[in-house]
Structures are given as structure tokens and as C-alpha cells.
């Protein structure tokens, strides 16, 4: 039989996977690299939700937050790619220092 990973491994992970978003999501100039920064984001929350349900199986608590917030990303990636797409179309780029002012 195998021995479990132990909740320390997940939380070191999940802790590493969340300090890198936020890496990215502050330091890249281009709305699509924040972008990639806030998913990584939110899968090191879904690693968390899912480590800490491993203690609680009957309830299965965080394997539905996880799916709510699998959803909730979804949701964000789509609506931020439309706008993304709008903003390359009124501004003809996706600098985030370049949108400094409402109309153009």
C-alpha cells in the first residue's frame, strides 16, 4: 500500500503555484500575460480546495468550490478575451499603458 502525500506537499505546491501568478499577473506589461498570471492563480486556490478535502471525504466541500471556481475562470477567461479583442480594436494594441484615456 502507499503512503499519502502528506497536506505539507500540497500547501509548499499550491503556495509556489500562487507566488508565480502573482509574479506574472504584476510584472508582465501585456493583458494577455496577466491573464495567464490570475488563471495560475486560481488553480493554486482549486489545489488548496481540493488538498484540505482530502481530509473531509464525505461532505466533498471543496471538490465543489473547485468546480465553482473552474467555472468562474471560464467565465473570466471568455469575457476578458472579448474585451481584449475590443480594446485591440479601438486602440490597435493591448499595451495596458497605452489605454490611458476613455476616448480616443
Known amino acids: 500500500m502507499q503512503t499519502p502525500i502528506p497536506l505539507f506537499h500540497f500547501l509548499i505546491v499550491a503556495a509556489a503555484l500562487f507566488s508565480i501568478g502573482l509574479a506574472v ?33 464525505v461532505l466533498l466541500r471543496g ?23 475590443r480594446v485591440y480594436h479601438h486602440y490597435g494594441s493591448i499595451d495596458p499603458d497605452e489605454m490611458n484615456q476613455l476616448k480616443h
Open 25 to 57: 499577473a504584476v510584472t508582465k506589461r501585456s493583458v494577455i500575460g496577466i491573464l495567464i498570471g490570475l488563471e495560475l492563480m486560481l488553480n493554486a486556490v482549486n489545489l488548496n480546495l481540493i488538498a484540505f478535502s482530502r481530509y473531509d471525504p
Open 63 to 85: 471538490q465543489l468550490f473547485a468546480l465553482f471556481v473552474i467555472v468562474v475562470a471560464a467565465a473570466e477567461v471568455t469575457v476578458a478575451l472579448a474585451l481584449v479583442l
